[in-house]
C-alpha cells in the first residue's frame, strides 16, 4: 500500500482532453483511526470534484 496519494481535480481542457491537476495529498488514517484517511488540500477544486491516485512510480524504484 502507498503511503500517500495524489488528491488531484479533473479540468476539461480546450481541446476535450480531461487533465488532473494536483490539489492535495492524502494518507491513509492510523490504524487506531476510526477513518479511512486523512486529507490535505493546497488548493480548492471550483469544480467541487476530487480524484484520488496512487503516485507514480518512478523509474528504477521498487513498489
Do not use: H
Amino acid at each position: 500500500m502507498s503511503k500517500f496519494y495524489n488528491v488531484t481535480t479533473p479540468v476539461e481542457g480546450s481541446d476535450g482532453v480531461t487533465r488532473f491537476n494536483r490539489v492535495g495529498v492524502a494518507f491513509p488514517a492510523k490504524e487506531d483511526s476510526k477513518a479511512i484517511m486523512t486529507i490535505e488540500l493546497f488548493a480548492t477544486p471550483t469544480n467541487g470534484k476530487l480524484v484520488i491516485f496512487p503516485p507514480k512510480q518512478r523509474e528504477g524504484e521498487q513498489e
